[in-house]
């Protein structure tokens, strides 16, 4: 079993910045992929940004050049957001990928105000 909680979210206004945090734990060795999506009030929930163990990232393009994903060895995984604008408005969700099984973690409000 893998847990993750994530943690950094919170309001902002359009033009400001947030980094989001996700901490795994528990069965951590063999992740080999890890993401941040996000889901808007109705909506499906999208993927934002991914990295692999061999650190290849993948982002939306909605967010490229404005959020940079990274990891550290100890499986904490970070989400740096800059230049917020009101459409990235969603609860933001760590997701973990290990042994083919994905784990999810509860999430995190970011509101970004115009």
């Known amino acids: 079993q893998v847990q993750l909680v994530e943690s950094g979210g919170g309001l902002v206004q359009a033009g400001g910045s947030l980094r989001l945090s996700c901490v795994a734990s528990g069965s951590i060795f063999g992740i080999n992929y890890m993401g941040w999506y996000r889901q808007a009030p109705g909506k499906q929930r999208d993927l934002v940004a991914s990295?692999?163990?061999?650190?290849?990232t993948n982002y939306a393009d909605s967010v490229k050049g404005r959020f940079t994903i990274s990891r550290t060895r100890d499986s904490v995984m970070y989400l740096q957001m800059n230049s917020l604008k009101p459409g990235d408005t969603a609860v933001y969700y760590c997701n973990a990928m290990r042994l083919s099984i994905p784990y999810w973690g509860k999430g995190t409000l970011v509101t970004v105000s115009s």
């Open positions: 990295i692999t163990s061999g650190s290849s």
